[in-house]
């Protein structure tokens, strides 16, 4: 049985802040970090920094920048130690972190190089030990670190530190766990060229920090920052060892906090507003908890869950489970651009208009069939006239192979087929020989990039076929945004809000269909969805904007849980497979795009331990809520 607690720190053992935006979060941290520099300038000492690298510090450092360059705040006086650096890499590879740390902090303040301490990923391998020995040597030299910045991997890891890092490990060299290298995988275009191994900072080596803040930010996070913040202490999760340090916090953003039980829990906490819901999530969590499903749920089992008040308030048992039930239930509908002709009181999607246009989102070219393939198959299929809009071209992710497969093939069509295709043939050689040019890791230049694109933009017109889409629903944004950067590190810009302008304005849309809304606010998908928002905010007060609904679907990590669906679109087999055959079509999926299929059957097998019709797979949507 579960008994009530008074407060959210019986829970969480490290003390954890929840910010509603990452930005927010990086001001506050940045202005302790600022502190820190001006109180231990003041005593003449240097103030000793831990850095961490990964999208999550990226606003963090932005505003560092700023105080330097609008507020004068000096580095002059700060020793910076990084945590880690992927080994084998050399420093001026551009997925490298000593090169992160220059394009994204060093390079824009006055911090002496001397100061700047990174891990040397080339150091040869006899010499790895001596390397680490020295790092904290250097660390000691410096007086320890004063302040500690960190992120945290999926794998719950710090730094490095994989699951099973030791409490006392020291800096050293390690082997990267799978889910690490999945993270990575775009970066290096593609997962096999992800590095196996990094020399990070150890547990040991953190914990002697004498201040530490660790920033998450996302949905995707949440599950391992609860691991971390309320879980035991255990080798399993690395983060999880800070709760053993007395001057530990969080700074997370409201994504990252959804799985803490203040927020995934609050009854077990205090009095709750039972709202629609709220109500719904306890409902589906105690089926969950006793598993049971929801139209067998007691009295008894609410009581003993802390969930007495709901009770109370929307009881008995009986009334509230065949409510909830049915409000389940009604999520339900193969019909994902409404019924025609049908009475919609109960239904997802309004049935008039009818047939309707359907605008489909996707951040990368592979996103939405991934994600929708299936709801996409079927809105063709009802007769919509649905458009599939690629938001960005998705070349950062094509491996080399991609364009010289593609410059082989026209160059041998040029010699055996097609006579006089000169300058299709100086085109094939330009891209070969760019390609050898940059070698290996080189940043592709413009012409790389854009071959890269056209690549994927087949690929989705191959997938979108397999799915009953014409070629001329298809569109390709290539917005500015993606184009001029790289990930992690992308800033978007009015043009490419205006960018999608047109494309309401041209297609005025009955429905959207959009992701990204939950996923850490410097990816792609946030940043095409924050987009998004913008210009629909820009639209509203036109006509079709008001009419308009907006459907959000998640991406591969994580699907919606069964409380947060507002759409379920059930799939046969054969339509699971029809999406599957799709997938295919792709050549650049990472491992957890290849497996998405298998989430839309576990939403399948909740729905079934819920109580509700067990289908083969469903794909779910959120109704969009303006915040
Ligand atoms: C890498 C780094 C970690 C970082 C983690 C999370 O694994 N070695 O220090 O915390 O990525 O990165 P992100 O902030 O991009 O999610």
Not at 229 to 243: C, H, I, M, Y
Not at 349 to 366: D, G, S, V
Not at 465 to 474: D, K, M, P, S, T
Request: some cysteine; charged content about 25%.
């Amino acid at each position: 049985m579960l008994h009530r607690r008074s407060t959210a720190e019986s829970y969480e053992k490290i003390a954890t802040v929840i910010f509603d935006h990452s930005t927010k979060a990086a001001v506050a941290l940045a202005k302790e970090v600022r502190d820190l520099i001006e109180t231990k300038n003041k005593a003449g000492q240097p103030a000793v920094l831990g850095l961490a690298t990964g999208s999550s510090p990226v606003p963090f450092y932005r505003e560092l920048i700023r105080l330097h360059k609008e507020e004068k705040l000096s580095f002059k006086n700060v020793i910076t130690f990084n945590l880690d650096e992927y080994y084998g890499l050399d420093t001026d590879h551009p997925e490298s972190y000593r090169r992160f740390m220059n394009d994204q902090l060093f390079d824009h303040i006055d911090i002496p190089k001397k100061s700047i301490h990174i891990p040397d990923g080339k150091v040869p391998g006899d010499q790895i030990f001596d390397h680490c020995r020295d790092y904290e040597a250097a660390i000691d030299a410096a007086g320890g670190i004063d302040f500690q910045i960190l992120g945290i991997g999926r794998t719950g890891h710090i730094g490095f530190n994989e699951p099973g890092s030791s409490r006392e490990s020291l800096t050293r060299r390690i082997t990267l766990d799978r889910i690490t290298r999945q993270d990575a995988a775009a970066d290096f275009r593609g997962e096999e060229n992800v590095p196996r191994f990094a020399i990070t900072m150890g547990v040991g080596t953190i914990l002697r920090a004498k201040k530490l803040v660790l920033i998450a930010w996302g949905e995707n996070k949440a599950g391992v920052v609860a691991k971390a913040v309320e879980g035991p202490v255990s080798e399993a999760v690395s983060a999880s060892f800070l709760q053993d340090h007395p001057d530990a916090r969080f700074f997370i953003d409201s994504g990252a906090s959804h799985e803490l039980t203040r927020r995934k829990l609050p009854w077990l906490i205090g009095p709750v507003k039972w709202t629609p819901q709220e109500t719904r999530r306890a409902v589906c969590w105690l089926s969950s908890s006793v598993n049971e499903p929801v139209l067998k749920l007691t009295d008894e089992e609410y009581n003993e869950h802390g969930l007495s008040d709901l009770l109370s308030e929307h009881g008995p048992s009986y009334e509230l489970n065949i409510r909830i039930f049915n409000q389940l239930q009604h999520t339900i509908s193969g019909w994902p651009g409404g019924k025609p002709d049908a009475d919609d009181t109960f239904r997802p999607e309004r049935a008039k208009p009818y047939p309707k246009r359907a605008l489909i989102f996707t951040p990368e070219p592979q996103d939405a069939v991934v994600s929708i393939g299936a709801t996409i198959d079927r809105l063709v299929e009802q007769g919509h006239e649905v458009r599939v809009v690629s938001m960005t071209s998705g070349n950062l992710r094509v491996p080399d192979s991609g364009v010289n497969k593609f410059a082989s093939i026209l160059l041998e069509i040029a010699s055996t087929i097609a006579e006089g295709w000169s300058e299709q043939t100086d085109y094939a050689r330009h891209i070969l020989q760019l390609l050898a040019e940059k070698g290996e890791f080189g940043e592709d230049p413009p012409l790389l990039r854009q071959l890269k694109g056209l690549i994927l933009r087949g690929e989705l017109r191959d997938a979108a076929q397999g799915l009953g889409l014409a070629q001329e629903n298809i569109q390709f944004l290539d917005l500015p945004f993606y184009e001029s950067g790289r990930y992690r590190r992308f800033r978007t810009s009015d043009e490419d809000t205006s960018t999608i302008a047109k494309v309401f304005h041209e297609f005025k849309p009955h429905q959207i269909y959009a992701t990204g809304d939950a996923a850490d606010p410097s990816s792609v998908s946030a940043l095409c969805f924050r987009l998004i928002e913008q210009t629909l905010a820009q639209c509203q007060k036109e006509d079709w904007a008001a009419a308009c609904s907006l459907w959000i679907y998640r991406g591969k990590e994580k699907a919606l849980a069964t409380h947060e669906i507002d759409m379920a679109v059930p799939l046969s087999p054969n339509q699971l497979e029809r999406k599957e055959r799709a997938l295919t079509r792709y050549h650049s999926l990472t491992s957890l795009e290849r497996e998405s299929p298998k989430l839309n059957q576990q939403t399948a097998q909740q729905y079934d331990s819920l109580g509700l019709a067990h289908y083969e797979a469903i794909e779910s949507f959120q109704r969009w809520r303006r915040t």
